[in-house]
């Protein structure tokens, strides 16, 4: 599969062309505490980072979705679900 670049046009500014971003930030009973930042129609990945609580390492990853069909990067959810479907428990 070949990724397909996205990169920001020259004099634009990714604040321009993420019109309708989106920051969710969540708090879990646990002390996790997560954020979610959407940048609709500047980027097709996903991305995550972390910091360790017992420590100032961090670390992150980036994930690539396939942009043409047959959207691979949702088969194994979905044959998980389909598991669950048939056998009646989870995968």
């Not at 708090?27 to 097709?44: H, I, S």
Request: hydrophobic share 40%; with cysteine; net charge positive.
């Amino acid at each position: 599969m070949r990724l397909q670049a996205r990169p920001i046009p020259p004099g634009k500014r990714i604040e321009k062309l993420a019109k309708d971003a989106v920051l969710f930030a969540v708090d879990y009973r646990d002390g996790l505490r997560a954020n979610v930042l959407t940048l609709n129609g500047t980027v097709g990945e996903w991305a995550v980072g972390w910091r360790y609580a017992d420590s100032d390492e961090t670390q992150s990853t980036l994930f690539r979705a396939q942009r043409q069909r047959p959207f691979m990067h949702f088969t194994c959810p979905l044959l998980d679900i389909e598991k669950k479907v048939l056998r009646g428990q989870s995968a």
